[in-house]
């Protein structure tokens, strides 16, 4: 590990003195881009962090949110790329168990996951394959070991991702508001190592994870172990119940380093520290070693004299090795020792807050070489194109992905992976509904946009199930920050997701910044992630089955925008053109519209209309509902366009809604009032998916035919077991 020339320089001045060994390496580890945000700082301070709902957001391990009643569900997102890229099942499961332990942090328990995975094109790249079958294994088995079910999540591959892995975990937390973890220390407090021993697994795992992966440092990757993890949870939740824990943090990136570093600067004490009494699991390790080491499923707990006694008699119950490692001091020093030995002494607030860089920015060349495209000629056989999307690996069903998943235990499910976005059930009587999203063909073809795009289609996700948005967590995953051009990709995505978390007043809780992902093909598109909550008062909608002669309303406009489309990508291999914009009062008045429709049980489901258009998202309700549907495209609300256009353009802002003939009046009434773009395009019967242009035949196809290319593309590709 080590530390630029200029940081060196900023380190002895703020100490006043040369750092020996230890301490520098201590102060990598922290200074690393993966553990200080150092390249982004500045520019996150610009997303909206105020909400009603808001207890605590950003800069804590997990973000808190007020859902009434005396309870708060808690949010956190996590990503474990470059291990992942080395050794998927590990590096999987290793960033579901650290997600988890954030969400711990607060004082809640986990109640769910959910993962973002990208790679790459796993059609044509053996390789490709076996990292998507591994790091879903990975997160499968550590999950399900847990008993945390795996409720949603979202796929994509892409070639700007051989190689390489992202793998992205958010989680949720539940609990009661009098119980979350008030994070204080007073002088004489003690500071306990709870969880798994401390290995060389995971040494430099921080610095590894901030520059381009070019070799297969294993070393660098921990290893899992759930079924400590799961004591851990027990044991934490017991003791936080039996008034224990004082602060708690999570051993994560860059192990003891940070978590003493940071837990000292945020409570404003000093931390003395015996590294001879950390419990090991190898023999012989230095001090260097045990300092940044970040094996897994590790806590640090703050307990008073008094409750030192019961919160080990807790461990032992729950089997969890527990080792007093220090005591809190006043002078807002982290002093190392090794019994009396002082290895390594520093300010507290300067190991934890790294000088912050202002790195420049500039339009990146090749958005020149790619706004505009010569159109593709309107392929002859729109039948065929429809089939073809539907087995597009980005399309098609993820029933191979979410099936391995334990999505029920824990009975709070009650709308499960495979639709818009999953709904759990609260102790309050609420329902919580939750998303993620992205899109990094948007992003790439024009970034804010891009990112207001996956923004705007998280909401309407949770909006299907009749939830309304009240919190949001990002991840922001970009190539190498030196590069200016890579670096305004960055700037253009935060400011983007300010513009429509402002415009729509939902608050910023929490995320991560994941820089340096690239190898030696290159850097990743810009790959920001949005997750969404939202809360339903009363019920959700849960999907009813469509039936024939029902009927499907659109709402909202189709624009001539196939820039970053599947249709542009996989069947004509272009890369550019118009990305989708969001018009931000339309998109408003759109989701309100549906909100109000859906208590009143005026529809019998809602899906969104994204990822391939409204061939795909016609032809995926035909799907799941097994039956016809007779739709005209000259009725669907949009600009003069093509064929092709309106079957696949991605246009945002886009609901279907079905609807029972006897409901259509009411529905269309709240509609009209709303002033919003609404019109009948379709009604079930049969057994084909039919697009017309009035009476003229555009493109036919036979559910059947249909639901087996769907259902069956990507467990084709890896094996279905």
Known sequence: MSLTPQESEYLEKKIGRKPNHVETQIVAAEWSEHCSYKSSKKHLKILPRQGKRVISGPGYDSGVLDVGDGYVVTVHIESHNHPSAVEPYGGAATGVGGVIRDILSAGTRPIAILDGLRFGDIEKDMHARWLFKNAVRGIADYGNCLGIPTIGGEIEFDKCFTNYALVDVASVGFGKKERLIQNRADKGDFVVLLGGSTGRDGVGGSQFASDKLESENRSAVQIPDPFIEKLVIEAILDARNQNCIKAMKDLGGGGLSCAISETADALSVGIDLDLSLVHKREQNMSPTELMISESQERMLVITSHEKLETLKKICEKFHVPCSVIGRITDDKMMEVRSEKNIIAKLPSDVVANAPLLDRPSSVPKYLKNISSVEKPKTPKNLSQTILKMLSNPNIASKHWVYTQYDHEVGIRTVVKPGNDASVLRLDNGKFLSVKIDGNSKHCYVNPRQGVIGCFDEACRNVICTGATPIGMVDHLQFGNPEDPQIFWTFKESVEGITEYAKYFEIPCVGGKVSLYNETDNGPIKPTPLIGILGLIESKPLIPKKAEKNDLVVMVGLTKDELGGSEYYEYIHDIIGGKCPTVDMSSSKANQAAVLE?????????????????????????????????????????????????????????????????????????????????????????????????????????????????????????????
């Open 597 to 721: 429709v859906i208590p009143q049980d005026l529809v019998k489901s809602v899906h969104d209309c994204s990822k391939g258009g409204v061939g795909v998202a016609i032809s995926e309700t035909c799907i799941k509902n097994e039956i016809g549907c007779n739709v005209l495209l000259n009725k669907i609300p949009s600009e003069n366009l093509r064929h092709d256009e309106l079957l696949f353009s991605e246009s945002h802002s886009r609901f279907l809604l079905i609807v029972d003939p006897s409901k259509i009046k009411k529905v269309k009434s709240i509609l009209e009032k709303r002033g919003v773009q609404n019109e009948i395009i379709g009604k079930f019967s049969g057994r084909n998916i039919t697009f017309k242009d009035k009476t003229k035949l555009v493109a036919s196809v036979r559910v059947d035919k249909a639901q087996e290319k769907w259902l069956n593309s990507l467990g084709s590709l890896v094996g279905h077991g």
